[in-house]
């Protein structure tokens, strides 16, 4: 029998709250390791301390609380940051419902004999450090080296930025003794048009994409705007247009790989000077290793042909590697029959976005993970979620709760 | 008779001195109605009043000083501002030359019976506050409506700028009255490779190039980088790279016909996060109108095609327009005369660059350019002019002035 009671109205009230720290119009810019970021950790934990949770924060600025019986605990949870002028839903339903699968259980009276710890992870996005799945990889002893000193913009390091926040600034603290977890689930929003569009409400995620990551740079000479001929020109940015072209080509013309440039800069970026110097960022993601080295392979006959032809200097930066990971099998059967008892027939589905999850899975944790349907793509004001659709999510993680730790 | 005495090694210790303000490794960054601007032209004045000239600055921030008798001045000089990381020789030589001049008349004890002053102007490169040829606009009449209300990145306004540097706020004030002109002369480096080709060190300037100028944005849609598939995808700066190509290829199509794309920005500017906006900047001259305007129209007629083809928005915003400029025919053939006077061919050419002779043309007063060969581009730390070149411009134009003022 399934556990009934969790409510689209609170998931959708709590959602709303999370959401008016660091509102922007009608996005959300709450970076990691930022009060934005500290408030929206507070506020989770206020409601889970309602729930007789026992909260606890570790050194690298993620949030936990714990409730019922002894042992090794079943971690549920997702993370709390954005990325600028991000959506509402993206990381941050994922804890709500977390929350709210505990509500469910308690309105079941259901007696957790077994601990589970809900989890709100810091900085999954990486936007402000540049580290990806900052919080979780902290936990689960995946932080590369050195990774206290990354900077941001302004030049603040990781750990300035937890010294600021009232930690001691060092985020290997907060490594999770192996073994002492049993599982960790993780309820995310799709971020993808497929569960709309089969007109599903969850899915079960089978693996997390492999992504590589790295900069461009492409080096031209600088020159001014009037007085070079066209003919005698090495613009960098116009090498670069050339290049982020053959990219999008490269990943089209493999079965599911993506590859995109977010960010991009020219130097000395004034109006009447041709660009001496241009920097991307590139992103390539595929569900197979071999499809993720094949797009990279095609940029870099791209950019050595460019050389030649324009007379520029393209180099690829180190390329930081995420591995295509699949999660726990035992899990998504038992995930699926979590969905199946609360009601909803979930497919199992690829995840083309990276999450905690992985980190969870490589460190030799069980991960599993619930996909919510959405709309309106993510990483942007227009992500959307049905609170009925997160509701369903609470009870199937409820009903998975209920037979790992009732 | 020729005018001797200009000293090539006076004017490289000159120029080294102005490069040192605002010296940035081999390049100057000393943008418009800046402190390094400032003294920049408080050098220059040191060396003019130490000539015997009456040193003033008007309300624009240009300086000024004045040496011989009563009337109507011949006005010299050139800009004593940079672009980020510019080139010494830019602006700052013409001015360096002009001093020479003077100098080189004193020695020779030419009495001036008509007045010669010397102007340096305040932020011509327009960087700071996207107003190109500021100072000499302000001064001819030609500053567009609400200039002082124009600000920099920052936010900080021209009014603002210039009240910081001690003035009023308002550059209107600085307005020559009409008709008390008798004549413009402008000596600059040429910033392009023809007189080093030719094997010349002069050319007299006969048109200056017409100059379109906005800004282009393409509005995409904002999504997730490992969720959206490459075929649903609405990229702001993959439609602005083919943009951008499309540009290239207008203007290589016209002959003497350029664009450049100097700055690039994206919203939201996230490494995964494909972006949903991207801005940039659209600079195109010829000494053609009707170039002009076709390199124009092929960039609004591939843009259309963008927004049919990758379902994105393109716009062009109102383009700044400088018109194709003859300069004064008759100081054409003064200067010419000069030129062989001091020893130099100087062939004719035209200006790929605008520069502040365009306004005094403009306004009605007769303006005339002596380039000076000049290697390794410009608007570059590369930027190289030979001293004894600048050396015999400062005798081309101290025989002019001994024509025009002796």
Redo the contacts between chains.
């Keep these: 029998m399934a556990v009934i009671g969790p409510s689209a109205r609170r998931i959708a009230e709590r959602a709303a709250a999370l959401a008016r720290i660091g509102a922007v119009g009608e996005g959300v810019t709450r970076l990691g390791l930022t009060p934005e970021e500290r408030r929206a950790h507070a506020l989770v934990a206020r409601w889970l301390a309602e729930l007789g949770g026992r909260v606890r924060r570790d050194e690298a600025g993620n949030v936990f609380a714990r409730v019922g019986g002894g042992g090794s605990p079943v971690l549920i949870g997702s993370h709390l940051d954005s990325?600028?002028?991000?959506g509402r839903y993206?990381g941050a339903l994922g804890v709500v419902v977390a929350v709210e699968a505990l509500e469910a259980l308690r309105a079941a009276k259901v007696v957790l004999r077994r601990p589970v710890e809900v989890v709100g992870w810091a900085d999954e996005?990486?936007?402000r450090f540049?580290l990806?799945l900052y919080g979780s990889s902290a936990a689960f002893g995946r932080l590369p080296a050195q990774a206290a000193e990354r900077t941001d913009a302004r030049g603040v390091s990781i750990r300035e930025a937890l010294r600021a926040l009232g930690l001691r600034g060092d985020p290997a603290r907060a490594r999770i003794r192996k073994g002492s977890l049993r599982a960790y689930i993780e309820p995310h929003i799709?971020?993808?048009?497929r569960l709309a569009r089969q007109g599903r409400a969850l899915a079960v995620v089978t693996t997390i994409?492999g992504?590589a990551?790295g900069r461009v740079t492409v080096r031209g000479?600088?020159?001014?705007?009037?007085?070079?001929?066209?003919?005698?020109r090495r613009?960098a940015?116009?090498a670069?247009?050339?290049l982020?072209?053959a990219i999008?080509r490269a990943?089209?013309a493999r079965r599911?790989?993506?590859?995109?440039?977010?960010?991009?800069?020219?130097?000395?970026?004034?109006?009447?000077?041709?660009?001496?110097e241009c920097a991307f960022?590139l992103?390539v993601?595929a569900p197979r290793e071999r499809d993720v080295a094949a797009v990279l392979r095609a940029v870099r006959v791209a950019a050595a042909a460019l050389d030649r032809e324009r007379g520029v200097r393209t180099s690829l930066g180190r390329m930081d590697r995420v591995p295509v990971t699949a999660l726990d099998r035992s899990l998504r059967g038992l995930l699926r029959r979590a969905c199946a008892a609360a009601g909803v027939d979930a497919p199992e589905l690829v995840?083309?976005?990276?999450h905690d999850a992985m980190n969870a899975q490589l460190d030799g944790v069980p991960a599993g993970m619930i996909f919510i349907r959405s709309r309106g793509?993510?990483?942007?004001?227009?992500e959307a979620a049905d609170p009925r659709d997160a509701a369903r999510a609470a009870a199937a993680l409820a009903e998975a709760l209920r037979e790992l730790c009732g």
């Design positions: 990325v600028p002028e991000g993206d996005e990486g936007v540049g990806g799709e971020q993808g048009p994409v992504i990551h000479r600088q020159d001014h705007a009037g007085t070079t001929p066209m003919s005698e613009d940015l116009a670069a247009a050339d982020i072209a999008a990943a089209a599911d790989a993506v590859a995109t440039v977010g960010e991009i800069a020219v130097r000395p970026g004034a109006k009447n000077v041709v660009p001496g960022s992103d993601r995840s083309g976005a990276g793509g993510s990483h942007s004001p227009r």
